[in-house]
């Protein structure tokens, strides 16, 4: 058995395990001794998600903050996925065209769902 053609395989693996470890510690190693890890009011206050850190888990929140992220991964899907259907849209004929067109369908759903939940209501 050659193993020789998984050589690139795992060099994959290994970069990509690099390039997400080595940055974590990089930043645990330099952070350290620059006093990041003494928190104030300003760190502890709320940035993006609109209520305090560090209360209770079971406190209620608005709802919106789900539906914005639905939102964003309902329209984020359809461009990544229109953009190389577009480009091979002559290879794949009438099958892939409709198989499109079910997709579509199945993100229009989503986007009525958003709609009537009033997720598009911005205040």
């Known amino acids: 058995m050659n193993l020789d053609q998984y050589l690139p395989v795992l060099l994959f693996i290994l970069v990509g395990i690099a390039i997400g470890v080595l940055p974590q510690l990089l930043g645990h190693l330099f952070a350290r001794g620059a ?31 789900y539906l914005v992220a639905i939102l964003f991964i309902l329209f984020d899907l359809e461009i990544a996925f229109l953009f190389p259907w577009a480009v091979s849209l002559q290879e794949i004929g009438a099958v892939g065209f409709w198989a499109m067109m079910v997709f579509l369908l199945i993100l229009v759903v989503g986007f009525v769902y958003e709609w009537k939940k009033g997720a598009l209501d911005w205040e």
């Not at 998600?49 to 560090?54: D, I, L």
């Open 35 to 65: 006093g990041f890890h003494k928190p104030d009011a300003a760190k502890n206050s709320p940035y993006e998600c609109g209520f305090e850190a560090f209360e209770n888990a079971r406190i209620k929140f608005d709802v919106r903050y």
